[in-house]
């Protein structure tokens, strides 16, 4: 038993190190100033790509607020939207959930510039295209299903006969709400605004062509790609940044429960 448990651990290790292999040469490359082929290690390493970066009057500053506005309003909108329809899901009040859920998800299957090119048309006709507000409904095509399937994974007969004790004893609504509810919900909660976010974080299809001039950090990232590497490198650093926080911070959850 105790082999096995050794060997699990080590297999779980070794699928660890491979696939934070790509991400650690990610980061290091970030810090190049020269890394000629053939060679195996960098002949030179510098801050120029950080420096440009960080800088003032560069994108990506604008670029980093910019995704991190429209990725926490569109999440936040979404979990007020997605509420009710995930509540409905998840007690089975309705006729045909599978239906439902089809219908739901039919945004995610399309590719994202196709549907931002659509969004775009229509934008344009209401005077709405270049601005936040309309990247966030545009992003809210993408979270919205994400979110209210995993919202919908908290909600139960459990959940509604705690509602209903709680009410016997006198609590209101309001009350029902924050000391019964969210904390009965609370890791779908979690995770679906964590899902969210990430998923309006990393639109790039839908903000290139519904965004148009404003500056957001996948469009941002992509033209470095080929011109300027290490500059790519550590934009995408910052693009990964949010994702290994909250990784982080749900491992560390975890080990506390």
Same mark, same amino acid.
């Given at each position: 038993m105790i082999r096995r448990t050794r060997l699990a651990r080590i297999g779980a290790w070794a699928v660890a190190l491979a696939v934070s292999v790509p991400f650690v040469i990610l980061l290091l490359q970030s810090f190049v100033e020269s890394w000629r082929a053939p060679a195996v290690l960098p002949q030179r390493f510098g801050l120029r790509a950080w420096s440009i970066v960080l800088a003032e009057g560069t994108a990506a500053r604008p670029a980093l607020v910019n995704s991190a506005l429209v990725a926490l309003a569109t999440t936040t909108i $979404? /979990? !007020?939207?997605? *509420?009710? +329809? $995930?509540? +409905?899901?998840?007690?089975?009040?309705?006729?045909?959930?599978? &239906?439902?859920?089809? =219908?739901?998800?039919?945004?995610?299957?399309?590719p994202p510039y196709a549907v931002g090119t659509g969004l775009a048309e229509w934008f344009i006709r209401l005077g709405l295209v270049d601005s936040l507000f309309a990247l966030i409904l545009a992003h809210m095509v993408y979270v919205l299903p994400y979110v209210v399937l995993l919202l919908a994974s908290g909600f139960g007969r459990e959940v509604e006969s705690l509602e209903e004790a709680a009410c016997a004893m006198g609590a209101g609504t309001v009350h029902r709400l924050r000391l019964v509810t969210i #904390?009965?919900?609370?890791?779908?909660?979690?995770?679906?605004?964590?899902?969210? !976010? /990430?998923?309006? *974080?990393?639109?790039?299809?839908?903000?290139?062509? =519904?965004?148009?001039?404003? %500056?957001?950090?996948?469009?941002? &990232?992509? #033209?470095?790609?080929?011109?300027? #590497?290490?500059? %790519? +490198? %550590?934009?995408?650093?910052?693009? &990964? +940044?949010? %994702?290994?926080?909250?990784?982080?911070?749900?491992?560390?959850?975890?080990?506390m429960n």
């Open positions: $979404a /979990l !007020f939207l997605a *509420w009710p +329809a $995930a509540r +409905a899901l998840g007690e089975s009040r309705l006729r045909r959930p599978t &239906l439902v859920v089809v =219908v739901m998800t039919l945004p995610v299957l399309v #904390p009965a919900i609370a890791p779908s909660l979690a995770l679906a605004a964590l899902m969210g !976010f /990430l998923v309006s *974080w990393g639109q790039y299809g839908t903000s290139l062509s =519904v965004g148009g001039g404003i %500056a957001m950090l996948p469009v941002v &990232l992509v #033209p470095f790609v080929q011109a300027d #590497p290490p500059v %790519a +490198a %550590a934009l995408g650093s910052l693009f &990964l +940044a949010p %994702a290994v926080f909250a990784l982080i911070v749900a491992s560390r959850q975890d080990r």
